[in-house]
């Protein structure tokens, strides 16, 4: 016996009810022949199996003849079953709390009748708790109140009008917190920041002038906090003691040390939450040095602020020591990346690189004796095409051409990757031997890493804190694996610190621990690579 029930919108309706085996063209009243405003019921008993269709009409209660409205509902199975089901998901395996996940059964019925679907959790490996109980294919689960842990997703499938169920399938599912999804640690930092799944920015590490944006000044943090007021962010960056995100709207926020105009608000005043950068829009990347900063626009210009003590910011206005605001480089149009360095500054033009700032070791890269510090952008000899990725260093610059890497600078702890340590800089790029397939080019204090193009990842330079990741604290002067990374999607580093995001969602880090600068809840060194604790 089935009960049915219509639903309409006249003021009083009443109801008649009359099913047909699918393809006969007579329709039978499935009880009484009168309209009436009471559930009516449907007795199968006797019926044969296969694919039904029902019809309901209505009309107003007092009026007479024929029906004022009809629907039908086809494929109601009579002792039809679903003889298997599946289940897609999206995001697929993996999503954080707040999420809107979405499942969508499958399921295979006999006389090609219609399917309803229930879904149910576990959470686990404990009891089954109802999500909704059966109804069309697709469920959205709102998980905004949900833990943050492993799931099991059940999904059961029975023929429409059977009791079911008739089969039954179940994946498992993880909600996770915010994780990193782009994080940056200055090459002269001891703190770095994520963009996280949520939108948000969370940092960690030192902050003595605020550079965690949340707040406050009075302690450094060995695990991720988040900064203050910050939504719909794109990418973050951090210099030696400042931090910067670009939003969504192209519009810039920094926070930290502002001594120097760091922050580009107009003022030199520092501060432990989120400034607007003045006039900047249009905004596509950001690379921050020691102390200064710089903006790729969308317009393929790159405008700079903050320290200008060596020409880094690419300005010489009278007297300029500092800009406090975002000033344009003589870069207008065509750059493609900007990476700042400790006191230079370095950028992709037309395929090719341009350099500008301090030059006292060679740092710009165009040969001969050390020269002057430059403002104006100075071409690279050697690099003027084909270079896909440039990354500045504290007094080092590499680049990755063709898969293969030169690099140009101080050499004084074999950060160039050549196999010796020279106290004279090498002023051209010098090809780092044995090394190809490098798809992203990191540089720090004195050391490098290149993360290749099968996601494993090679360090080389200093390694008294552990930043070369490979368990010990031997200097290596040309490439050597960090361990344990497999799966690396982007790399970072920081003063003596390297992190890597995974493709399993979690961020490595290795190197230097003070200030708890790893992230992991500790403030000791780590020769091999841990995980950020993102809460």
Known sequence: MITLTGTSTCSAPQFRFSYRLKGNSTWILTGLSAYSSSPQTWNTTGLASGTY????????????GQSESTAVIANYGIGSTCGSVALSDSPHR????GAQVTFTGNATCSSGAMA????????????????????????VWDTSTSAATNYAILVEARAVGSTGPDSQFAIPYTLSGAYGTQINSGG??????ARVSNGMARCWG?????QLGNGTTS???????????LTNVLQVATGASHSCALLTDTTVRCWGLNTKGELGNGSTTNSSTPVVATGLTGVVALSLGDYHSCALLSSGGITCWGSNSSLQ?????????????????????????????????????????????????????TGGTPAQNSVAPLDVPGLTSGVTSVASGELHVCAVVGGAVQCWGDNSFGQLGNGAISATPTTSPAVVPGLSGVAEMASGLVFSCARLTNQTVKCWGRNTEGEIGDGTTVDRLSPTSVSGISTATSITVGGVSGCALLSNSQTACWGYGGFGGLGNGSTSNALTPVVVAYP
């Open 53 to 64: 269709e029902l019809m309901v009409e209505a009309r107003n209660t007092g009026n007479v």
């Open 94 to 97: 993996l999503s954080t709390v």
């Open 116 to 139: 309803e679907y229930r879904y149910s959790y576990s959470q686990n490996g404990g009891a089954y708790t109802l999500l909704r109980t059966y109804g069309p294919a697709a469920y």
């Open 188 to 193: 002269g930092s001891h703190h770095a920041c």
């Open 206 to 210: 030192q902050n003595d002038f605020g």
């Open 219 to 229: 302690a450094s943090s060995s695990s991720p906090v988040t900064v203050t007021g």
């Open 313 to 365: 910011t690419g300005t010489s206005a009278p007297g300029a020591a500092y800009q406090v605001v975002p000033t344009a480089t003589a870069i207008t149009s065509g750059a493609t990346a900007v990476s700042a360095g400790g006191f230079h500054t370095c950028a992709l033009v037309g395929g090719g690189v341009k350099c500008w700032g301090d030059n006292t070791s060679g740092q710009l890269g």
